[in-house]
């Protein structure tokens, strides 16, 4: 089975930019949405979800931002809406998805910019994740979404330039190092360690045009789960967002 994932940037725009034409050549088991910034009703027009397709939302109580969706031709026995309780769960950021053989937690993180508080709500969020997928990790657990986070120098194209800069930063980078001691596997690193394979570039500087992009979008799994894991790619040339899609095959 094929399992992708997404940062969209708005799903309505993803919708206009041929997002049904390339979902029916590629038929996924699953896809994992993020930064969907649209509720169920404002685009059932759009013949979305596909046919032959559930969608379970995560929607946040602000219109139009974050917001995370799982697209899936099998339905889930159990879908659960963000982390339990506390600070983080009216940005719709986190579903997890509970199948016969896997648990699937599709995730949106925050941005570490405009200013220390923001940053220390997103490390915050980081600690308050980890101690929730921990907590599950007794299933054979599949993680993707947008991290917002390069974890090494290979993952971004100008890593000396942007050390003290959010989704860089030391501490951001020490956490990623720190899940990762958790006993959750990059997956995308244990098939391609090539530089220069990115997963997102800034619209405003053109930066796709010359690949000058930043890997913050992952596929994590267990160790006991990675023999199931037979593939791990990203789709650089899909346009229709700052992001592109990325996929593991099990």
Known sequence: MKILSWNVNGLRAALKKGFADWFSAEKPGILCLQETKALPEQVEDEDFPPEG???FWNNPAKKGYAGVAVLSSERPLEVDLGMGSGPFETEGRVITAHYRDLVLVNCYFPNGGMGPERLAYKLEFYDRFLGYVDGIKNRDIVICGDFNTA?????????KQNEMNTGFLPEER??????ISHGYVDVFRRFDGRPGRYTWWDYKTRSRERNVGWRIDYFF??????PGVKNAFIMSDVKGSDHCPLGIEI
């Open 174 to 179: 020490a956490w990623l190092d720190k899940f």
């Open 151 to 159: 974890h090494r120098e290979i993952d971004l194209a100008r890593p």
């Open 53 to 55: 397709y559930g969608a």
């Open 221 to 226: 799994v267990t160790e006991k789960f990675l």
